[in-house]
């Protein structure tokens, strides 16, 4: 299996712009996790999902982030407006059923937003 | 607000030495688990210990849990340079995860 796959890799935009993250689940797992890291606040959850429904997104900042699952396999993190204070390491993550299973977290993706 | 907080925040050592990472965290747990993080990718699991074990080996890697003072410990035995990265412990306290702020650790040779 190839893992978690994310993309794009790194991501330089300007200030107002639409961001779109995009991540691959590993094939089998029901749970999806979309995390950003900074040094300021360490990894930080942002939603979660199982068996495509979000169950938990409190940790979305504000209305400018959205989520979504569109089918069992995909996600997508949008940022629309994105912000300089949005520059972060987005990391998605799966599990195979719940989410305190074990995670299996991808590459991420640098955003740097200008 | 963060579950589990690692201490140190850094630590540094020579190889050949022991390396222990403390965890705490706050609520009742189901399960902890330690990840690594290498610079510049995702995290990876190492361990998970459950809330009715007390002491878990894998490799060169020893964890400890003890629930009544809410904490856990991470030992990385005779490290070695590519030790070097973060480490995470992440409690079960419910839905997901919770990661702590972890400890960074640099082995040099």
């Known amino acids: 299996d190839a893992g978690v796959i994310q993309s794009p890799r790194h991501e330089v935009t300007e200030m107002g712009q639409e961001v779109t993250l995009r991540c691959k689940l590993i094939s089998g797992h029901n749970s999806l996790f979309w995390y950003r890291q900074t040094m300021m606040r360490g990894l930080e959850l942002l939603i979660y999902?199982?068996?495509?429904?979000?169950?938990?997104d409190s940790g979305m900042p504000e209305d400018r982030f959205s989520a979504k699952m569109p089918n069992a396999s995909f996600s997508t993190l949008k940022i629309q407006p994105s912000e300089p204070r949005d520059s972060a390491v987005y990391f998605c993550?799966?599990?195979?059923?719940?989410?305190?299973?074990?995670?299996?977290f991808g590459p991420g993706t640098r955003l740097t937003v200008l | 607000s963060q579950q589990g907080e690692e201490d140190p925040q850094a630590l540094s050592i020579q190889e050949g030495e022991n390396a222990t990472m403390n965890c705490s965290y706050k609520?009742?747990?189901?399960?902890l688990q330690w990840y690594r993080q290498n610079s510049g990718r995702g995290l990876v699991h190492l361990i998970l210990?459950?809330?009715?074990?007390r002491e878990k080996h894998s490799g060169r890697l020893r964890v400890t849990l003890d629930t009544s003072k809410k904490s856990s410990s991470l030992l990385i035995t005779a490290s070695r340079a590519a030790d070097t990265a973060s480490y995470f412990c992440?409690?079960?306290?419910?839905?997901?995860?919770?990661f702590g702020k972890g400890t960074t650790l640099s082995v040099s040779s």
């Open positions: 609520t009742s747990i189901n399960n």
């Open positions: 999902f199982n068996n495509n429904v979000p169950i938990d």
């Open positions: 992440a409690t079960d306290a419910g839905t997901a995860l919770i």
């Open positions: 993550a799966s599990s195979l059923d719940r989410g305190s299973d074990t995670q299996y």
């Open positions: 210990i459950r809330s009715n074990e």
